[in-house]
């Protein structure tokens, strides 16, 4: 690391001395680079284009943000919060644009975009489909999500790197040929790779994966968003975000003994549940922040994406500050502190909604199964399965993820497991390992945590998502065994882990996890249960205990870091024609100016809709490049209310059944647009814009529920689908699977004004209901040319 940093940019970039302005000036600068070099300086704006060439970069000029804050603070003459002052402060036009939460949409200008490589095959192919020459804002590739966890860490990427060579190579010369930065598969979670080197207090960055938001840990407002929305930034176009209301949670208290970061998450979901934060930034605050670790308060945004949550947010303090100074980013911490009053919400400052929690009342907890806001106290979770009849065996203890991966998590653990050891105890249920990133794998190896988790009978496997998003090949239970696993993961739909529907997951803390699969039993509490040691005697795991950060620096491990070069016009992108894994896309048809007549009830969904049901992950990661592949997932897994059967659906064509995705090519091979009627909160979880290209590369038009989650909304609007909601949600009842709908007043399609659904039954009667949407005026523009990127071409 260099003593010297404006030295040490000078003689990368080649800014001579007279160019480097005083330090009132600064621009935090971070690099990724090789072995994580992270450097920041100050730049005029000559340097600052010097610097274009080292993209990826994360740029924030603090003065920028400052003024910024203050001309919106004058005009709404009231205290910010934090959301408000990072938000508002990358708007595109302060002084002019309408600010009111919850209503009018913001255009803003985000630092950056980071893509999984699952998402940003269908991001790249985008933007290659626009035209454009370059990305306009520092982007990242991350390689984490193609990899299956099978046998372990290393067995498992050299098989990844195999099977996957066409993706990764599409993805690292795309990245190569349009500047984009490129994490090699082996590197770690995105949102782990973010944390480590482009967040910052005071950024803004979007990424294509719902938990994106774990970057609030270091005060950084991070969205997740679709890849329609990552090209928008791409191609240097203001990104629209509905203004959001603020919900915020004060803690008081200390967190202590076997309560962990986890622990506040877990206790939001309960009490907000999944759609409760839709629309909201959550600010966490108060006395309590302080007790939290930086990786810790990482945790609680990550999992706030399981509310609905636009993203969550901590203050600027001095956790941080050490996280920052740790991962040598020092530079950054103290420029931190000459902005610090940007970076903590303003005194007096409103929220929409208070919840408080008092850490040192609060208990450990486990939520689940098949949803992650049914919250239990880890005391009670026993006599609640028991009651419900879930399976109190443990079958396999799962920690890691994007989640729950950092030095204090895995240290934590190991303290556990070697209470075990000491006892003669091994697991009693299977345990794996995922560490978070290269850098987290390597240090917690040096430091022997991950010897110690073998021991107890652990399995570390690759830097990657893994099990979490369904990529596990496991074979310990058949499909449609009931059996019960717990997590350190964000994530516990119905099938997610392991496509066994009959999987009971329940997610907690790593420290939890790690106690129940010495366990192998959810009846065990182990702030009050006792083990048997190997010689007979009882005794109680102590609370928990591991190191925030490392004593020595972090071990970096091996470069997995590829930079794009400066110039890359000798660089190709193949796509080949006959590739069953990549696919180059095509236009979809414009808006032909008329209503939408007649079409048909393709499903109308019963319950819980989440993107796992209407485009699932797991083995169909695979074809996530090559759009009329994985259309032949589109909501397989959800249940048609007609027969409570999954991917049964009547084909009103012909009076047969079939799978979702036949009828659906069924219909569009005989000129038929569809619609899907859904519930509450359709579309919930990930940011996989996947579940809004396959209806429409198959024919949909149009989507109806009583209430969408904020990304998957967003999704349908970019591909020029009509994702609609009844305005009385009774009406949900008045459609019968084998109706037809049309959707009358487009020719008047405008702002808050809603349309008209006529619905014809078999019978010949009809019901005319309706609808409401909340386009404006740019997003009915991309209806009209048939999608986002159509009109993006139109004015270019």
Request: proline content about 6%; some cysteine; glycine content about 10%.
């Amino acid at each position: 690391m260099f003593q010297d940093s404006q030295k040490s940019v000078r003689e990368c970039v080649g800014v001579s001395k007279s160019l480097m302005p005083k330090r009132s000036t600064l621009l935090a600068l971070v690099l990724g680079g090789a072995r994580r070099l992270h450097v920041s300086a100050a730049f005029n704006a000559k340097a600052k284009v010097a610097m274009s060439r080292f993209e990826p970069s994360s740029s924030i000029n603090y003065e920028e943000l400052h003024e910024k804050i203050n001309i919106v603070r004058k005009r709404l003459n009231r205290p910010l919060t934090l959301s408000e002052k990072i938000v508002y402060g990358h708007l595109d036009d302060p002084a002019g644009q309408e600010i009111a939460r919850g209503r009018t949409y913001l255009r803003l200008r985000p630092d950056r975009v980071a893509m999984q490589d699952a998402t940003a095959q269908m991001a790249m192919l985008q933007f290659i489909s626009s035209g454009l020459p370059r990305v306009a804002v520092p982007t990242t590739i991350h390689c984490d999500h193609l990899i299956e966890a099978q046998i372990g860490g290393v067995e498992d990427l050299k098989r990844a790197k195999e099977v996957n060579q066409e993706v990764y190579n599409f993805l690292a010369t795309a990245g190569a040929k349009y500047g984009v930065g490129f994490w090699k598969p082996g590197s770690g979670i995105i949102h782990q790779i973010i944390l480590e080197n482009y967040a910052y207090p005071g950024v803004m960055l979007i990424g294509t994966d719902s938990h994106t938001p774990n970057g609030g840990g270091l005060g950084s407002v991070c969205i997740g968003v679709g890849g329609a929305d990552a090209v928008d930034v791409m191609a240097g176009i203001p990104w629209e975000l509905k203004c959001p209301n603020v919900i915020g949670v004060k803690l008081t208290g200390r967190l202590s003994g076997w309560t962990s970061p986890k622990d506040v998450i877990l206790k939001v979901a309960g009490i907000l549940t999944v759609k409760g934060g839709t629309g909201a930034i959550v600010e966490y605050h108060g006395p309590g922040v302080d007790s939290v670790s930086c990786t810790g308060m990482a945790t609680i945004c990550n999992m706030g994406a399981e509310i609905g949550a636009t993203t969550s947010i901590f203050p600027y303090n001095h956790r941080m500050k050490t996280y920052l100074n740790k991962t040598g980013r020092a530079d950054i911490a103290a420029l931190a502190d000459e902005y610090k009053e940007d970076l903590v919400p303003d005194p007096g400052c409103e929220y929409d909604q208070v919840i408080e929690i008092n850490l040192s009342e609060l208990k450990p907890h486990i939520n689940g199964p098949f949803t992650p806001d049914l919250a239990h106290p880890v005391s009670e979770i026993g006599a609640v399965a028991e009651k419900n009849g879930w399976p109190l065996e443990v079958k396999v203890g799962l920690i890691g993820s994007c989640t729950n991966s950092s030095y204090e998590d895995m240290g934590r653990a190991a303290s556990l497991a070697k209470q075990a050891l000491d006892r003669g105890l091994k697991c009693k249920a299977a345990f794996t390992v995922t560490p978070g990133s290269e850098q987290i794998r390597a240090t917690i190896e040096r430091d022997g945590f991950s010897q110690i988790l073998r021991d107890v009978g652990g399995v570390v496997l690759a830097n990657a998502c893994g099990p979490c998003i369904g990529q596990w090949d496991r074979k310990d239970v058949k499909k449609g065994e009931k059996n019960t696993i717990v997590t350190s993961y964000n994530r516990n739909f119905t099938s997610r882990n392991d496509a066994n529907p009959a999987t009971h997951a329940f997610v907690t803390s790593p420290e939890i996890v790690t106690a129940l699969a010495i366990a192998g039993t959810l009846k065990f509490n182990p702030e009050t249960d006792y083990l048997v040691g190997a010689n007979g005697e009882r005794f109680k795991l102590e609370p928990p205990n591991g190191d925030e950060l490392p004593a020595r620096e972090f071990d970096p491990g091996q470069d997995t870091y590829q930079h794009p070069p400066a110039d890359s016009t000798s660089v190709r992108v193949d796509v080949s024609p006959t590739s069953t894994r990549l696919q180059l896309l095509e236009p979809f048809d414009k808006w032909n100016g008329k209503d939408l007549e007649d079409l048909p009830v393709l499903i109308k969904v019963k319950g819980k809709c989440t993107t796992d049901h209407i485009s699932a992950a797991g083995p169909w990661l695979k074809f996530r490049g090559h759009l009329d592949n994985i259309s032949n997932n589109l909501l397989i897994g959800a249940v048609n209310v007609d027969n409570n059967a999954v991917n049964k659906i009547k084909n009103q064509l012909t009076g047969e059944y079939g799978g979702v995705p036949d009828v659906a090519r069924h219909y569009k091979a005989s000129g038929l647009s569809w619609v899907v009627v859904g519930d509450d909160n359709y579309g919930e979880g990930s940011s996989r814009e996947h579940a809004a290209l396959e209806p429409r590369h198959l024919g949909g038009r149009v989507i109806i529920v009583k209430s969408f989650a904020r990304i998957h909304e967003t999704n349908l609007k970019k591909q020029g689908m009509l994702p609609l909601t009844f305005a009385d949600p009774a009406d949900y009842d008045r459609i019968r699977p084998d109706d037809k709908i049309s959707i009358t007043g487009l020719a008047n399609f405008s702002p808050g004004k809603p349309l008209k659904g006529v619905v014809k039954h078999g019978d010949g009667s009809q019901d005319i209901i309706t609808l409401n949407h909340t386009f404006n005026d740019n997003q009915i523009e991309w209806f009209h040319a048939g999608s986002a990127l159509n009109r993006m071409k139109e004015l270019q």
